[in-house]
């Protein structure tokens, strides 16, 4: 009898969290190694994320976490998406009804990264989850087997190791040279807190932001709002720049350098940065990995989520790595229900690894290419146009 697979998940964000609870959803046995100190670790960061119906939803869906997605999950005025110019006047706002009967299939429900992290750690038996281990190193042995060293120590030994540990992945280097590729485009991640926003003194800003999410884009720049489930509102100020331009650390400043580069924007946007949250400001430059990222599969080890294809902020990156997750655990899963020798359990990793790159290629082009609508000279009525054309095709269709 073939033996049951030791597999080691580097990462603890929705890729790898989603792939633990499939595979122990099905009684196989595996363990997710996150190099923060506690699951309460930076559980502050992160926005909404909407799901689509056949890869984040599906993810709760088929491990029987429907339920609590839709409890915890947004639909109806949580979609609105308002776009703008820099003076704050929505040319485009489009909005969605609540689904009858929880039907999510035609809609794509908000959801807040931190409690996605809640649910699915609330599936597994806590001693799955294995906090504080930051990976080091791991030493390739026979048979495809890995000897996997962490900062603290621990040393195992294990039949697959499964990369899910984001954009600056320690684990890709094992199986490509690809490193993320600064996309032009730098800025920082600003926020107010509920009891903020709840304050008649900025019913401006929540009004002007409504309860979805607004996009703001022009003269190359943007500010894009985004009301969370907790009601913090979290805000994006983005600009074409260097790498090397530096959000100043102390708080006071970098509100300063955002005024500046702002300086003609909205009265409600600048006062969103004069009050932000300065517990809460952080750099914000984006980077993506070429669409076309590949590797030759090698046995033991293998890339999901942002370390296989770390596509530029789109509200697609959360649903491709859950379903990675997903997939990868139901190909595992098969494998060890039907007792595969390590050849055939590789072989079918290696095929699933060719359909999962296939997949995201093309919206991955489509993204790159995108920015230049997004926050290039046209903006924003170039982000119209495209949202009307897209409206027109799915009216025809």
Same mark, same amino acid.
């Given at each position: ?45 992160? #926005? ?38 820099? !003076? ?19 809609? &794509? ?8 992290? /809640? ?27 890995? /000897? ?23 684990? &890709? ?30 019913? !401006?800003?929540? !009004?002007?932001?409504?309860? #979805? ?52 924007? +909205? ?67 098969? +494998? ?11 072989? +079918? ?8 790159? +296939? ?16 926050? #290039? ?21």
């Amino acid at each position: 009898m073939t033996p049951t697979p030791r597999i080691a998940i580097i990462g603890g964000g929705p890729s790898g969290l989603v792939l633990l609870v499939t595979l122990l959803k099905r009684d196989i046995p595996a363990t997710l190694y996150e190099r923060e100190a506690s699951k309460d670790s930076r559980a502050h960061l992160g #926005g909404m994320l909407d799901l689509a119906w056949e890869s984040g939803q599906r993810a709760f869906r088929e491990n029987g976490l429907e339920d609590e997605f839709i409890k915890h999950s947004r639909t109806g005025d949580a979609e609105e998406m308002r776009i703008c110019g820099k !003076d704050g006047v929505p040319l485009l706002v489009r909005k969605k009804e609540t689904p009858v009967d929880n039907d999510l299939k035609h809609s &794509r429900p908000e959801i807040d990264r931190r409690v996605i992290r /809640e649910i699915l750690l609330n599936a597994v038996p806590e001693d799955a989850v294995k906090w504080d281990h930051a990976f080091v190193s791991a030493r390739p042995l026979d048979g495809g087997q890995h /000897e996997v060293t962490f900062a603290n120590g621990v040393v195992t030994v294990v039949d697959l190791l499964v990369g899910a540990d984001g954009a600056n992945s320690r684990i &890709r280097p094992l199986l490509s040279p690809a490193t993320p590729v600064y996309i032009g485009i730098n800025g920082a991640e600003i926020s107010l807190s509920a009891d903020a926003v709840a304050s008649p003194e900025n019913k !401006d800003i929540a !009004d002007a932001v409504g309860q #979805g999410s607004l996009y703001a884009c022009q003269d190359g720049k943007s500010f894009c709002a985004q009301r969370n489930g907790s009601g913090r509102i979290r805000a994006y100020a983005w600009h074409r720049n260097t790498l090397d331009w530096a959000l100043p650390s102390d708080p006071k400043e970098a509100k300063k350098v955002l005024l500046d580069i702002h300086h003609d924007w +909205a009265p409600w946007m600048r006062k969103f940065i004069e009050i932000a949250d300065e517990k809460s400001i952080y750099p914000r430059p984006l980077f993506y990995l070429p669409p076309d990222h590949r590797w030759p599969h090698k046995a033991g080890v293998t890339l999901i989520g942002d370390a296989a294809h770390l596509v530029v902020i789109s509200g697609e990156g959360a649903n491709f790595a859950m379903l990675d997750g997903l997939d990868l655990g139901l190909v595992l899963a098969d +494998a060890v229900s039907k007792g595969l020798d390590r050849e055939a359990r590789e072989a +079918a990793i290696a095929e699933w690894e060719e359909k999962m790159q +296939a997949r995201v290629q093309p919206h991955g082009e489509m993204v790159v290419h995108g920015f230049d609508m997004w926050i #290039g000279p046209d903006a924003p009525q170039s982000i119209v146009d495209a949202f009307k054309s897209m409206a027109e095709d799915q009216e025809e269709a």
